[in-house]
């Protein structure tokens, strides 16, 4: 069952990011998370956006999804929530709005290859249709280490490369769009 990220949903979300972390152990090549957040992070986050979407089976969730519309992309900025993405949040923030900035998708390696990332897609999709916002931007790590399975796995879903940036930490991601 797809549904939005509840405040008590930040503990499981951020144990989730743990595991998918590069840094890791648990890292599967099946795509990765470069950063993890502090549960206060995931739950803040939880708070801010109504496009934050978890799927859950058993009542245990398997996948997220954390995303924002412009606005509050925008306030989130000003907060400084969002510091660690300076080159990412200069690029998209001077983006015509309104659109979707997604910032994190995971999905638990033991579930992986069962439609659950597709899934969480499609929720957010069908809401972006029903508010209107035709635009959605991503961004996946190329350098040091290119996240060749979410670059593929995003392609394939109608995603396409509009830019490549550098944060302050060096790395570099490659911007993505998707269009409704």
Same mark, same amino acid.
């Given at each position: 069952m797809i549904r939005k990220a509840k405040e008590n949903?930040?503990?499981f979300i951020c144990d989730l990011a743990e595991i998918l972390h590069i840094g890791k152990k648990g890292v599967t090549l099946k795509g990765f998370l470069v950063y993890v957040l502090p549960e206060s992070g995931y739950f803040a986050r939880i708070r801010l956006s109504k496009y934050f979407y978890v799927s859950e089976n058993n009542n245990?969730?398997?996948?997220?999804l954390m995303s924002y519309n412009s606005k509050t992309l925008k306030d989130m900025q000003k907060k400084r929530l969002l510091s660690h993405e300076d080159g990412i949040m200069q690029f998209v923030s001077n983006l015509p709005e309104p659109y979707i +900035? !997604?910032?994190?998708?995971?999905?638990?390696?033991k579930t992986q290859q069962k439609g659950i990332g597709l899934t969480l897609w499609h929720k957010? +999709? !069908?809401d972006?249709?029903?508010n209107?916002?035709?635009?959605?931007?991503g961004a996946i790590l190329h350098k040091p280490i290119c996240n060749k399975h979410s670059i593929d796995y995003h392609r394939k879903l109608g995603f396409v490369q509009v830019s490549e940036v550098k944060n302050k930490d060096n790395n570099i991601w490659g911007i993505y769009k998707?269009?409704?």
């Open positions: 949903d930040a503990k245990l969730i398997d996948g997220f +900035f !997604a910032d994190q998708i995971g999905v638990n390696p957010l +999709f !069908a972006m249709k029903k209107k916002i035709n635009v959605l931007y998707y269009s409704i």
